[in-house]
């Protein structure tokens, strides 16, 4: 994995624990596909174990929820 790649990933934890946080302290419950994608990223060791609808579908839990 190069360093690009590892900066990509990091900033994708990231997000998704802000992700998290945000939604627990407001309450809010994931739908089961939320939760699936989110697992998905929590347990990847890089970017490249995630497939383009995982990666598709995080990004649109992140602008439902307006995490930037």
Known sequence: MDKEEKKDFARLKRRTSK???KCDEKGVEFTDI??????RVGHAESIKDLSWLVIDQIERIFDKYKIR
């Open 19 to 21: 992700l998290i946080n």
């Open 34 to 39: 939320e939760v699936s994608a989110i697992s």
